[in-house]
């Protein structure tokens, strides 16, 4: 509390916008360790003494701050994670990584479901703005346009932001994201290891990350010199797709090739594909080889267990949490830090667990 308030007095000298010195300098100015400037200077920020700027430092505010600046607010600092949709398996977990960051250092959670919809995004955006927040996690909408003006806008109040999942192209800022390209490419060398020559993939709709794992699953084919044949990727039409997978794997047994191993885009997927399988007299696990993705409830709930790849949405939770505590406490973090965690492979019944 001293060093608190010396701090605010010498705020109060300042003009507003100014850069306060580093940690380390006013720890060695006020005879204190740099966890008690830190946690004075979170407080301050807290109560609107202070901003925190995207990746170069902490700053005054004051009567006469501009948009760059947030304006003052309540002791206690709030953060934003817009998601797709908190009941899809993949986002709990990364909720629960970023509110157990927020919860231990006393910080509000908003969350906010985009359904996909960028319209739905830009409303959320624009809210966050308006609401002062003190900083923001996004897995970014990727059903229409994307209007990155609000981007700007969010830089321009000084509201830090970090990607999670996967960025928006023409956007610089931090993101934490898993390697989907390894995680396919696991998968299929998994199904290529176990005797399968005529590999699916069945994927939702195009995007980076269905792209990303395409881009493994055909590596894996390349290594193992075995030819891509087109007939047996299908991308899903919509991302509302009633039964996903069912239908795909229905037309792809109905078609002329058929195939003895499948990698699924999600379990979700793997589980329609499992269901038209059995409809059709194969035996997953025998006659057709699944993988899935995300290593979801849906694997051991399915009759022939499903093998998936785990995809660490707690840890990515936690790190985009990490990563945005430090630039809202004026930590220098690079526009284009990303911060890759490595899926793995859980293998069950569906695939030959040897």
């Not at 009633?242 to 047994?253: A, F, W």
């Amino acid at each position: 509390m001293e060093v608190k308030h010396k701090l605010i007095e010498q705020i109060k000298l300042l003009e507003p916008h100014v850069r306060l010195p580093s940690r380390n300098a006013l720890a060695k100015q006020y005879n204190a360790a740099r966890t008690t400037i830190e946690r004075s200077i979170s407080e301050l920020i807290g109560e609107g003494y202070l901003y925190a700027k995207d990746g170069s430092g902490t700053y005054v505010s004051g009567e006469r701050a501009t948009s760059a600046a947030h304006t003052p607010r309540s002791a206690f600092r709030s953060v934003g994670l817009i998601i797709p949709d908190i009941r899809h398996d993949t986002y709990p977990g990364i909720l629960r990584g970023v509110e157990d960051i927020m919860n231990r250092h006393d910080i509000n959670l908003v969350i906010c479901n985009t359904d996909n919809q960028t319209e739905k995004q830009a409303g959320y955006l624009n809210k966050m703005i308006d609401l002062g927040i003190h900083g923001l996690i996004i897995v970014p909408a990727i059903i229409g346009h994307t209007d990155l003006n609000l981007f700007d806008k969010l830089r321009d109040a000084g509201i830090p932001i970090v990607f999670c999942n996967r960025g928006i192209e023409g956007v610089e800022a931090p993101k934490v994201v898993s390697n989907n390209f390894y995680g396919a490419y696991a998968a299929v060398k998994h199904l290529i290891g176990n005797g399968c020559r005529d590999i699916a993939y069945i994927s939702r709709p195009a995007y980076s990350t269905s792209y990303e794992r395409y881009q493994g699953y055909t590596s894996a084919l390349a290594e193992a010199g075995m030819n891509l044949d087109d007939r047996l990727v299908l991308f899903e039409p919509t991302f509302d797709t009633e039964r996903p997978g069912y239908d795909s794997m229905t037309q792809m047994l109905e078609s002329s090739v058929t195939p003895d191993g499948i990698f699924c885009f999600n379990d979700g997927i793997a589980k329609g594909a499992c269901e038209a399988l059995g409809e059709k007299g194969l035996i997953v696990g025998k006659d057709v080889l699944v993988v899935g993705y995300d290593n979801t409830g849906v694997c051991e709930s399915l009759p022939v267990k499903l093998t998936s790849v785990k995809f660490q949405t707690y840890d990515i939770g936690v790190g985009s949490a990490g990563l945005l505590l430090d630039m809202m406490n004026g930590e220098t973090v690079r526009s284009n830090k990303i911060i890759v965690l490595q899926p793995e492979l859980v293998v069950r019944q569906s695939s030959y667990p040897s």
